[in-house]
């Protein structure tokens, strides 16, 4: 059967070259980076190669990139970090409702242990509010955290204005770029950022593997302690073919990032156009210009997301929905409420993100497909009258 | 995980639509949760000759209403009203754990659809109805307390 996969913010396939890359890791210089003989040495040299590579992107300095074993580990270390090095400055720490959980569930962690959590919200679009930021600002605040990209509704924040309000505030700021390394150009230092978390697996490298970037001169209590790796800041052997891996793909990622991005980006827009054109009832949902280049977001009125899901898998096709019966808890996205979305029309919801790889054979055979299984569950639907 | 039982019947489900003239329809659930359903059936002579749904909610929802309707077509009124959520699940080769409640949605349909039947033949008072079917006053809603705002 044809597969056609389209859930490429939840993970990516691993690029070729990528695979290449890591293969000499786990079959010659299988060495353990911490060993002084040959096979470690060049096992570290490697992980030293793809820490420059990231720190170049990034306009970072090596020493000031720290491997960590996925996004979510990156998020903890720089929230966890940070709220327990900087406690005597303050125990405030502002966020925002649509974060990922990996900084959500951290933060009300945080709250249980005594910081006061600050949550921003969002308007219709997804944005933050900058002027509910500012007045969130108190002498006990240390810690900003907002994502660069979400998730679910591919939304770019002004990651400037909020790099300035902190930088004003003498206020640390982190920002979760899971979603957006890899697909937006990001400079720390133009754009005042202190810590930024990044994932390899969104950007064709493999899981298990995530990036803290840490500007020189900010304290950072471990939070994972045992061995010295990472200049004493994450105990544990390297993930050396992960760390190559990513490394690769970041060069990959940002030598071609014009070219693959336009054409993520006409993908996205041809797909939303042809819903809008074919499927009556649906709603998109996030912005359609402060947005990742591949993600749409679209609620189908009438229907469930997961229904939709299984209906599409039948069809070999691969999307995620922000229903509760997918999110794995009892409510719908707190992405989709956040935006003032009513439960109803949350739980039709079907996130598509494009990636490298797709093509306009891919989307013509997922609209095919959406506008007869759409359709079809509507007319299973009690909720529809068409 | 689904069974291979429940991805047959969210594939192909049994019995969809509505009858003309049901003898009884019942609805349960909320759209705020995610999933309603609304089943009917014709009785000729105290058996169910027919039985149909229509629901709105995940794929074990959809199995849960196919396999429900299934289990009472031919059955009398008081059999159908023996049928537990948990037959439901057996005929389903299990459901996951989280999903079970669409399985007390799918008893609680059919038992509103006979109490509706039973409404309609005008001949025993609410008090019996409900004493008979053994409805609840709190139908299943496991996980939520919200109002149904009814926006779009």
Known sequence: MRRVYLDNASTTKVDEEVLNAILPYLKEEYGNPSSIYSIGRNAKKAIEDAREKIAKVLNAEPTEIFFTGSGSESCNMAVRGIANSYKDRGNHIITSKIEHPAVLETCKALEKDGFQITYIPVNEEGIIDLDGLREAITNETILITIMYANNEIGTLQPIKEIGEIARKHNIFFHTDAVQAFGTIKIDVKGLGIDLLSLSGHKLYAPKGVGALYLRKGIKLKKVLTGGHQERDKRAGTENVTGIVGLGKATELAYENIESTNKKIQELREYYISEVVKRIPHIKVNGDLEKRLPGNSNISFRYIEGESLLLNLDIKGICASSGSACTSGSLDPSHVLLALGLSHEIAHGSLRVTIGKDNTKEDIDYLLDNLEEVVQRLRNMSPLYNG | ?152
């Open chain 2, 1 to 152: 995980m689904y069974s291979d039982k429940v991805i047959d019947h969210y594939s192909n489900p049994r019995n969809v639509g509505e009858i003309e003239n049901a003898s009884g329809i019942g609805q349960v659930g909320n759209p705020v949760c995610g999933d309603i359903m609304k089943m009917y059936i014709k009785v000729e002579e105290d058996i169910i000759k027919d039985a149909t749904f229509k629901t709105f909610g995940c794929g074990a929802a959809i199995a849960t209403s196919s396999v429900a309707t299934e289990i009472i077509k031919g059955k009398t009124i008081e059999e159908a009203l023996k049928l537990t959520n948990k037959e439901v699940v057996d005929e389903l080769e299990g459901l996951p754990s989280a999903k079970v409640h669409c399985s007390v949605l799918a008893e609680e349909a059919i038992r509103e659809a006979i109490a509706d039947y039973y409404r309609k033949q005008g001949e025993k008072s609410e008090a019996e109805i409900k004493e008979i079917c053994g409805l609840k006053d709190e139908k299943e809603c496991p996980h939520c307390d919200l109002e149904n705002s009814g926006d779009e």
